[in-house]
C-alpha cells in the first residue's frame, strides 16, 4: 500500500515536471503569464516554468511574414474606378506587444494596409496610379510602419501587385499609345528628311565651293600663261626690233612668214574645212621661210669665235730689234 502511494507521488511529480517544462521552437517566442499577468518572454530551447504558477499566453511568430490584400476597388482623384491588390511583408520585433498592444494583429495590419492604400491611390490621377507604383510603395510602407510601431512590428515591404482599370479605360489608352507612337514616327521622319536636306544642301554648297576654287585656280593659271606668252613675245617682238635698227631686212620676213603660218594651220584644223584655197602663191611662203633662215645663218654668222674678254684685250707690238 505504501509502496503503490510512493509510485503514485512520483508519477505526480513526474507529471508536474513535465508540465512545467517549455520547448520553444526557433523562429518563436512564447509569453509566460503568472496568474494572468505577463512576466516574462520564453526564447527559443529548453524553458522551465513551475506549472499551476505560470502559464504559455501567446505563442508569436518572429520570423518575417506575408499577408495578401485582397483585390478592391478604388476610385482616383480624377474619378477612374481601378482594382487593385497587393501583398505586405512584416516581422514581430517584440513579442509582448504583438501579444497584448493590438488584437487580431493580422487583421489589423490588414486593415491598415487597406484603408491607406485607398487613401493613396485616391490622391492620384490615374496616370500616376499607373506608372508612379514605386511612389505608392513607399508612402504606403511610410505610414503604415509608423503606425505599426506601437505594436512591436516592423512593416518591411508594401508591394501593390496589380492595377486594372475598366476596360473602356484601357481601350482608349491603347488608342492614345498608339496615337503618340504615330506621333514619334512622323516627327522621326520628318527630323531625318531635315536633317537628308541639310546634308544635301552642305554638299552642293561644297560642290560649289571647291567648283569655284577650281575655276579660280584654272583663271589664274591661264592668266599665267598669257602673261608668260605675253613676255616671250615682247622678247621675240625686242630681239627682232633690235635686228631690224641694225639693218638685217631678214626680221620683218620673220614676222610675216610667223604669221602667215598661223593663219594656215588654223585653216587646216578647221573641222568643216575640206579644201583650202590659199591667197597668195606657194613661192612667196617658201621665200618667206627662206628670209627666215638668212636671219638664222647671219646669226650665228655675226657671233664671235673668241670670248670677248680675248677680243677686248689691247696688243702689244713686239719690234725685231728687241730680239
Given at each position: 500500500?505504501?509502496?503503490?502511494?510512493?509510485?503514485?507521488?512520483?508519477?505526480?511529480?513526474?507529471?508536474?515536471?513535465?508540465?512545467?517544462?517549455?520547448?520553444?521552437?526557433?523562429?518563436?517566442?512564447?509569453?509566460?503569464?503568472?496568474?494572468?499577468?505577463?512576466?516574462?518572454?520564453?526564447?527559443?530551447?529548453?524553458?522551465?516554468?513551475?506549472?499551476?504558477?505560470?502559464?504559455?499566453?501567446?505563442?508569436?511568430?518572429?520570423?518575417?511574414?506575408?499577408?495578401?490584400?485582397?483585390?478592391?476597388?478604388?476610385?482616383?482623384?480624377?474619378?477612374?474606378?481601378?482594382?487593385?491588390?497587393?501583398?505586405?511583408?512584416?516581422?514581430?520585433?517584440?513579442?509582448?506587444?504583438?501579444?497584448?498592444?493590438?488584437?487580431?494583429?493580422?487583421?489589423?495590419?490588414?486593415?491598415?494596409?487597406?484603408?491607406?492604400?485607398?487613401?493613396?491611390?485616391?490622391?492620384?490621377?490615374?496616370?500616376?496610379?499607373?506608372?508612379?507604383?514605386?511612389?505608392?510603395?513607399?508612402?504606403?510602407?511610410?505610414?503604415?510602419?509608423?503606425?505599426?510601431?506601437?505594436?512591436?512590428?516592423?512593416?518591411?515591404?508594401?508591394?501593390?501587385?496589380?492595377?486594372?482599370?475598366?476596360?473602356?479605360?484601357?481601350?482608349a489608352m491603347g488608342r492614345q499609345m498608339k496615337a503618340e507612337r504615330e506621333k514619334r514616327a512622323n516627327i522621326l521622319e520628318a527630323e531625318g528628311s531635315r536633317a537628308s536636306e541639310i546634308l544635301r544642301a552642305e554638299g552642293q554648297k561644297q560642290s560649289k565651293i571647291l567648283e569655284a576654287e577650281g575655276r579660280r585656280e584654272a583663271a589664274f593659271r591661264d592668266a599665267e600663261a598669257r602673261e608668260r606668252a605675253a613676255e616671250a613675245e615682247a622678247t621675240a617682238t625686242k630681239l627682232v626690233s633690235v635686228a631690224i635698227e641694225q639693218g638685217s631686212p631678214q626680221a620683218i620676213n620673220y614676222f610675216i612668214a610667223q604669221k602667215y603660218v598661223e593663219a594656215v594651220g588654223k585653216f587646216a584644223t578647221s573641222p568643216n574645212a575640206k579644201t583650202i584655197l590659199f591667197p597668195v602663191e606657194a613661192t612667196q611662203l617658201i621665200g618667206t621661210l627662206g628670209g627666215i633662215g638668212e636671219i638664222a645663218r647671219e646669226a650665228l654668222a655675226d657671233r664671235p669665235a673668241t670670248p670677248p674678254a680675248a677680243a677686248s684685250r689691247p696688243r702689244v707690238p713686239v719690234t725685231r730689234g728687241d730680239q
Open positions: 500500500m505504501e509502496l503503490t502511494a510512493g509510485v503514485l507521488v512520483l508519477a505526480l511529480v513526474l507529471l508536474y515536471l513535465f508540465t512545467s517544462i517549455k520547448i520553444v521552437r526557433q523562429g518563436y517566442q512564447y509569453t509566460i503569464e503568472h496568474f494572468g499577468r505577463f512576466t516574462t518572454t520564453a526564447r527559443p530551447g529548453f524553458n522551465f516554468y513551475p506549472a499551476f504558477f505560470y502559464r504559455v499566453g501567446r505563442r508569436i511568430n518572429m520570423m518575417e511574414q506575408v499577408i495578401d490584400i485582397p483585390g478592391q476597388e478604388i476610385i482616383t482623384k480624377d474619378n477612374a474606378m481601378v482594382a487593385v491588390d497587393g501583398v505586405v511583408f512584416f516581422q514581430v520585433l517584440d513579442a509582448a506587444k504583438a501579444a497584448y498592444e493590438v488584437s487580431e494583429l493580422y487583421v489589423a495590419i490588414l486593415q491598415l494596409t487597406t484603408t491607406n492604400l485607398r487613401t493613396v491611390m485616391g490622391s492620384m490621377d490615374l496616370d500616376e496610379t499607373l506608372s508612379k507604383r514605386d511612389e505608392i510603395n513607399a508612402r504606403l510602407l511610410s505610414v503604415v510602419d509608423h503606425a505599426t510601431t506601437a505594436w512591436g512590428v516592423k512593416i518591411t515591404r508594401v508591394e501593390v501587385k496589380d492595377i486594372r482599370p475598366p476596360a473602356d479605360i484601357v481601350n
